[in-house]
């Protein structure tokens, strides 16, 4: 293994991992339901079985805590598997379709099928479930499979390439471990579809190089979650929650954190105080030091979070937290109140333990500012207002919209997920993972009785009106033309 | 000019207008009065653009349009409907599902061969959706961009769809711009230039592409069979726009001993659906301009090529037609069999068994569509499931088209995206997913801190009900009677 990582992996070797994974696909194996649900069980095992040094992995490269590794890492990727496990036999089928006088008589059916050999490229905050969560799907769907884990996260891409290579069929699934320049040469290659999760810049990086080669793609990209609060509410509850999304998710770096707070100017303080309560209950009074709460993956992003935190127009606004250790890359859950909206940390998405709050005069003008910023991934927001839960819901656009809680929506596997405008295209989870690496191909089957001389030249007024009557569907219609009065 | 336009979409749409259900009606309803009320000038402006027959154009045009916009009218309120999911397992969640919205401002560039066609199906969905529409029509077929330009606009709501003609300038134009979905027919070398400019905004694309659709043809015993299946291959080639169609068959397999009858059979059935002078007859489509004319000619110039067309061949260039023309094994390297020809050039290539075509097939590109005429079920089965291919139909052709109920759309160089019937809907929309909680108490599985006996305790009694650790721990459900005592 080490001394494959040391060979350097050029032009020629990304083009030969390709080949080799479509001479596989080729020979028509991952075609069997059989075939698929061992490598389902096979990658399921290797996380059962390795469970410790997945946590270590995770401790090691942001200090995650080890339940947050065991809820998110492990066990949501452990449901994806059982949900797979359970379902495929249904996905694979044919689905049957109805058709219309039209093409009588006629069946259809639209017959899922494998893309072919795919790429899915993850990031690092949730290194595990966002390598494996897309590979299990493409596998499920009968695709041959690269996947390249963010270097970011060295300990888990280091030990996801020796689960894989240990556990699953080579032929058919491999990992290719580094950085922007194996990328590079991956992304040169043509693939049946690439799947990324990251950012928008290099979300666009990916998106230019699959157009060269047509290729489709998933971006899961992210933005800046908002989270509105409306007065009258259980603050404790909500602080609650909040922080369960926020700090409670790898230190507020997930794409689906809630960013930002926004809230009724007289709501603010009470929210701000809950908030202080709740966090002092959770990470206690030294938060620096609270094993319960990841560290910042690397002192890139340190300096960036040091950053906005650091800028002129906030400093005065920080209500609680603030510190930080550089060399334990360690920063303390943080609340901002009432930052001004051209702040920098306003501008760009945070991805880390800094909560800003933002303050209307009334609740209903949270809409507008969310939508004068572009699509995030998830929008929440705590009401008890109906007709305000029915406002938000019809008019934020979000990948995911989640009323009176935060994040969990991404639990329920029968809801897609995926964003919208900046915040990514595509979807996954449940079925929607096996769609998205299936063509669904229509096939319609017809005889050869019951042919009409009425499509066929030489083509008379006659034929056209008994066209035009059997297109219209109607059998009065039909009658009509036959006997030419129409 | 292109701005102004631009933000009056744009203000249109968030003035939220479009995404009311009476907006779309209203739209569709006027789509569907331009069909009926301007069909004549439609029939017109396609004789015009490639001398379309008045057939052909109902046929694939006007009148799968008005059964479209039909469909659309009476489905539009369920296809609008929020669909709920079904939750995990006793998850104290109140309600999930998933809810289509529109994506906002779309483009839609449609190809010359079906002008009305594959402008307006593509707009059906982007306004039944609730997106306000761009459509740029091809400037290649003028009297249909046109007609489309000036008439149908007097039909709809014209802040909230705009038609803008122009080529390639205006496209490139076009493109620059944000968009929030691009839906693009055409051939792959455009269409990799519009996925390429969708980058700076991240606009998801859908591209209609084409490629080679080949026609399968078992040696079948029953003469009715074969007949009816050489007429609907000649209507599928010659009778399609003159095979410039994106489904047209391109080329036919064949086994050798089958070839003389097929061929001898094919000729019959053009001298009868066309008479002795096809031209004359006025049914067959011309080419649509003098480039792609030359194109075809020039697919004809090579010896080899020459040698291998044993039907048709003479070229009209003043009324750019092309008589019905069969080769019988071009050589394989030639651009005939290499390249889309979408003209009516049909080769036909002998294999040794029927068998042998799955190979043919996969050593190309993804085609849009494949057919196979054939009652060996056995047969039927492997060109499923071993061939790849937008969609496969058996035993006729073009016809896919017209079925609702299926997705129409390529893979690989064909493309990728699909619409018709409630595809179109869905291509054109989001689909949001929405969870609304009640708010009960959370338990403490929940929330930090975490010491290691709280986790030890779940794990031992959830160890194999994965969902179920989660959702406790996620706070989503109560945990066991025992595990509660146990923490006492």
Same mark, same amino acid.
């Given at each position: 293994m080490e001394a494959q990582k040391q060979k350097m992996f050029d032009e020629e070797t990304a083009s030969s991992v390709v080949k080799e994974l479509r001479d596989s696909f080729g020979s028509g194996k991952t075609r069997s339901y059989e075939w698929r649900v061992s490598q389902v069980k096979a990658l399921l095992k290797a996380v059962v079985e390795n469970e410790q040094e997945i946590v270590d992995a995770l401790r090691s490269d942001l200090a995650k805590p080890p339940l947050e590794t065991v809820v998110y890492e492990i066990g949501m990727f452990k449901n994806s598997c059982e949900v797979i496990l359970k379902e495929l036999k249904q996905w694979m089928k044919p689905e049957k379709v109805k058709t219309s006088i039209r093409t009588f008589p006629s069946s259809a059916e639209i017959v899922p099928e494998p893309l072919g050999v795919v790429l899915v490229i993850s990031a690092w905050n949730y290194p595990i479930l966002l390598s494996l969560d897309p590979v299990v799907g493409a596998i499920a769907a009968g695709n041959a499979v690269v996947l390249k884990p963010s270097e970011i996260a060295p300990a888990s891409s280091s030990l996801l390439a020796k689960l894989i290579g240990k556990y699953m069929d080579n032929s058919f699934i491999r990992v290719v471990e580094g950085g922007v320049d194996e990328t590079t040469m991956l992304l040169q290659q043509k693939w049946d579809k690439i799947f990324y999760t990251g950012n928008g810049k290099v979300g666009r990086i990916? @998106? *230019?190089?699959?157009?060269?080669?047509?290729?489709?793609?998933?971006?899961?990209?992210? %933005?800046?979650?908002?989270?509105?609060?409306?007065?009258?509410m259980d603050l404790q509850v909500v602080a609650k929650r909040i922080i369960s999304g926020k700090w409670g998710l790898n230190n507020g770096q997930a794409c689906i954190s809630p960013d930002y707070v926004i809230t009724t100017k007289d709501c603010a303080p009470k929210l701000v105080d809950a908030l202080k309560t709740e966090l002092v209950k959770c990470y206690g009074k030294n938060p620096l030091e609270s094993e319960d709460l990841s560290r910042i993956v690397s002192s890139n992003h340190f300096a960036r979070l040091s950053k906005l935190l650091n800028d002129d127009k906030v400093s005065g606004k920080i209500v609680?937290?603030?510190?930080?250790?550089?060399?334990?890359?360690?920063?303390?859950? *943080?609340?901002?109140?009432?930052?001004?909206?051209?702040?920098?940390? @306003?501008?760009?998405?945070?991805? %880390?333990?800094?909560?800003?709050?933002?303050?209307?005069?009334?609740?209903?003008?949270?809409?507008?500012?969310?939508?004068?910023?572009?699509?995030?991934?998830?929008?929440?927001?705590?009401?008890?207002?109906?007709?305000?839960?029915?406002?938000?819901? @019809?008019?934020?656009?979000? %990948?995911?919209l989640l009323v009176?809680? *935060?994040?969990?929506?991404?639990?329920?596997d029968t809801l897609p997920f995926g964003g919208v405008g900046e915040s990514g295209m595509g979807a996954y989870h449940g079925k929607f993972s096996f769609d998205a690496f299936t063509h669904k191909k229509a096939v319609l089957y017809r005889g050869f009785a019951g042919d009409s001389s009425l499509r066929y030249p030489p083509y008379t007024d006659t034929k056209l009106r008994l066209m035009k009557a059997l297109i219209g569907g109607s059998i009065f219609g039909i009658i009509r033309a036959l006997l030419g009065w129409s | 000019m292109m701005e102004r336009d631009l933000n009056d979409?744009?203000?249109?749409?968030? +003035?939220? =207008?479009?995404k009311e259900a009476s907006w779309r009606e209203s739209q569709l309803k006027g789509l569907r009065r331009f069909l009926m009320d301007k069909q004549q000038d439609i029939m017109q402006a396609l004789m015009q653009d490639l001398g379309k027959h008045q057939i052909e154009a109902f046929r694939d045009e006007i009148g799968t349009l008005i059964k479209t916009l039909n469909l659309a009218l009476k489905s539009l309120k369920d296809w609008m409907s929020s669909k709920k999911a079904a939750l995990p397992q006793l998850a104290l969640l109140t309600s999930a599902e998933i809810v289509p919205q529109p994506l906002g401002v779309v483009l839609i560039i449609s190809s010359w061969n079906f002008p009305i066609g594959l402008s307006l199906e593509p707009l059906i969905g982007a306004v039944a959706a609730g997106n306000a529409a761009v459509l740029k029509p091809s400037e290649l077929s003028p009297a249909c961009s046109s007609l489309l330009a000036s008439s149908l606009t007097t039909y709809l709501d014209n802040k909230g769809i705009k038609v803008m003609e122009g080529g390639a300038e205006e496209s490139q134009q076009l493109l620059e711009q944000r968009w929030d979905k691009i839906f693009f027919t055409g051939s792959a070398r455009v269409g990799r230039i519009v996925m390429s400019a969708a980058v700076k905004h991240l606009t998801p694309v859908t591209l209609e592409l084409g490629g080679? #659709?080949?026609?399968?043809?078992? +040696?079948?015993?029953? !003469?009715?069979?074969?007949?009816?299946?050489?007429? $609907?291959?000649?209507?599928? =080639?010659?009778?399609? #726009?003159?095979?410039?169609? #994106?489904?047209?068959?391109?080329?036919?397999?064949?086994? /050798?001993?089958? #070839?003389?009858? &097929?061929?001898q059979l094919i000729k019959l059935y053009i001298n009868k659906m066309f008479g002795d002078n096809p031209q004359k007859s006025k049914t067959i489509s011309r080419i649509v301009?003098?480039?792609?004319?030359?194109?075809?000619?020039?697919?004809?110039?090579?010896?080899?090529? =020459?040698e291998s067309v044993i039907y048709g061949g003479s070229m009209d260039q003043d009324n750019l037609f092309i008589e019905p023309t069969i080769l019988v094994d071009p050589p394989l390297e030639a651009a005939v069999m290499s390249e889309e020809i979408f003209g009516p050039l049909l080769p036909i290539i002998t294999l040794e068994k029927i068998e042998d075509s799955i190979k043919f097939i996969n050593c190309r590109p993804k085609p849009l569509a494949l057919y196979v005429f054939t009652k060996n079920q056995t047969l039927q089965r492997r060109m499923i499931s071993e061939t790849s291919s937008g969609s496969v139909t058996f035993n006729d052709a073009i016809l896919q088209y017209a079925a609702d109920t &299926?997705?129409?759309g390529g893979v690989g160089e064909s493309g990728f995206g699909m619409y018709h019937g409630k595809f179109s809907f869905d291509t054109f929309s989001h689909h949001k997913?929405?969870? $609304?909680?009640?708010?009960?108490?959370?338990?403490?599985?929940?929330?930090?801190?975490?010491?290691?006996? /709280?986790?030890?305790?779940?794990?031992? !009694?959830?160890?194999?009900?994965?969902?179920?650790?989660?959702?406790?721990? &996620?706070? &989503?459900?109560?945990? !066991?009677?025992?595990?509660?005592?146990?923490?006492?």
């Open positions: 990916v @998106m *230019t190089a699959a157009a060269r080669h047509l290729t489709p793609v998933v971006l899961e990209l992210g %933005g800046k979650s908002p989270v509105v609060v409306d007065s009258n609680y937290g603030g510190e930080s250790d550089e060399k334990k890359l360690r920063i303390a859950p *943080t609340v901002l109140l009432d930052v001004p909206r051209d702040s920098l940390i @306003m501008g760009e998405e945070i991805f %880390g333990p800094l909560l800003p709050i933002i303050t209307v005069n009334e609740v209903e003008e949270s809409i507008d500012l969310i939508n004068s910023g572009t699509k995030p991934l998830a929008a929440y927001i705590f009401t008890a207002d109906k007709k305000l839960k029915e406002q938000f819901v @019809m008019n934020v656009p979000a %990948g995911g009176n809680d *935060t994040v969990l929506h991404l639990v329920v | 979409l744009r203000e249109s749409y968030e +003035s939220g =207008k479009t080679k #659709c080949p026609a399968v043809v078992d +040696s079948l015993s029953s !003469s009715w069979d074969i007949e009816v299946t050489v007429k $609907r291959i000649i209507v599928a =080639k010659y009778g399609t #726009c003159a095979g410039q169609a #994106c489904i047209a068959i391109d080329y036919v397999l064949v086994e /050798k001993g089958y #070839c003389s009858k &097929l061929v301009n003098k480039h792609h004319f030359s194109r075809l000619k020039n697919l004809l110039a090579d010896e080899k090529v =020459k &299926l997705p129409f997913a929405v969870v $609304r909680r009640s708010f009960l108490t959370d338990f403490w599985y929940r929330y930090p801190p975490w010491t290691l006996n /709280k986790l030890q305790l779940l794990q031992v !009694s959830y160890n194999y009900d994965y969902l179920g650790l989660l959702l406790v721990l &996620l706070g &989503l459900k109560r945990p !066991s009677k025992h595990v509660i005592s146990g923490h006492m």
